[in-house]
Every structure is written in structure tokens, then in C-alpha cells.
């Protein structure tokens, strides 16, 4: 039996910034029904991949396909695709609710999105959704940015660092959600620097470091090996060293 072929598969990819290669020559791939976590010390080059994968950034090198379709800026398959990487725009003086309008209607689709009451439920924003975005915590912000991910309903998504912001109970309930939107059949990836987060959370691991491949595989199965997880904890505290 030949192996399921891969929702977002990642070929030899690179990316420079002037003389720092951000991305090198890194290649990965995760499938349907997956939570795979891109795992890597601050300014290992994950959210450099991730621009990559969603068309907002364009590689040196190598490519992206998303379902067997080759990425780009504005690629048709994007819009199976929910993505947090920053967060958009949103406008401060305008309503939580009438910013995803307006995030909506720039698709050129009628309101409303198919998963918007499913979104908005797991942003936990109540009431605060008809207030204006300038008097949003950090947390709520981030909270808006997830149901803009979320409410499209999507089959794959890719998620820089979305705990950012949120509190406990929050990204508990993030959890399970993913965890239920990965047992129908999407495929999901995030990012996160946080080895304890990337437990709780994932099925599989890539491991990044330098723009490079690590590690990859089954979460069980890559974190069993000791010796990787010791590797990124050095990774991490040389990180935080060499930054002070």
C-alpha cells in the first residue's frame, strides 16, 4: 500500500535576507489529519517558512504545494487555507465584527462565512465583538485573529505561534479544538519555540534550527530519542545567550 500523499508538502526550500539565509534548503511534509508543530528557538526561521507556505513571501529556492497545487500569492488552493502569520490589519476603529466582515467581503464572498458561529464561540469574545478593536487587550486581538482564521471552515491550517496572548483556559480550549478539527480530517500546522506547548498539542514534530532541518516525525516517536530533546533545550538557551 502506497503512502497517503501529503496535504502541504515542502521541497527544498530556502530563503536570504541580504546575507542571512533564514531558510536552507528545509523540507518537510505533514497530512491530512495531522497536527504537526514547526518547533525551533527564536529565529530559527519558522515564521520565514510559514510566510513561504501562504504566498506572502517568496523562496530563493525550492517550492510549496499545498494539495498537490504549487503556492503563490493569491493561489486558488488558499483559499481552503486559514492562516495566522501576524494577524491582519485590523482597523481600531471598527467593530471585532465588522473588521471579519470587511476581511470577508475582500474575498468578494457573501456573509456569512460557513464556520463563523463555531469560530467566534471558540474566540470567546462575547459582547466585546460589537466593541471597537482600539480597546482590545493583546489577548483578544489574538482571539479576533483566530476566529479570522477559523471562520471560513477550512481543511488546512497554518498557524504561527497561536497561543500567543492567550490565557490558560484559552488555549486549552484551542487545543481541543484543533485536536477535533485534525480528527475530521484537517491538517493543521503551527509553529512554536515552546517544547512543553508542542507536547500537549501535536502529532508530529519538525524540528528547525538555523534555517534547517533537525528533526521530524511522530511527536511519541522524535521526543523519545533524549538526546534531541537535551539538543533543543541547548538550542534555545544558546538562543537566549546570545541575544543578551
Known sequence: MSAPAA????????????????????????????ICALLGPNGAGKTSTMRMLVGLSTP??????????????GAPVLRRVGVLIDGPAFIPHLTGMRNLKLLWSAARRTWPPPAVDEALHLAGLGAAIDRKVKSYSMGMKQRLVLAQALMRG????????????LDPAEVRALREHLAAMANAGATILISSHQLAEVQQLATHIVVMNRGRLVSSGPLATVLANQSLEDAYLAMTEGHDHARR
Open 7 to 34: 496535504t502541504i508538502q515542502v521541497d527544498d526550500l530556502s530563503k536570504r535576507y541580504g546575507r542571512h539565509r533564514a531558510v536552507d534548503h528545509f523540507s518537510f511534509a505533514v497530512e491530512a489529519g495531522q
Open 60 to 73: 530563493d529556492g525550492g517550492g510549496v504545494r499545498i494539495a498537490g497545487d504549487p503556492v503563490g500569492l
Open 154 to 165: 477550512p481543511d488546512v491550517l497554518v498557524l504561527d505561534e497561536p497561543a500567543n496572548g
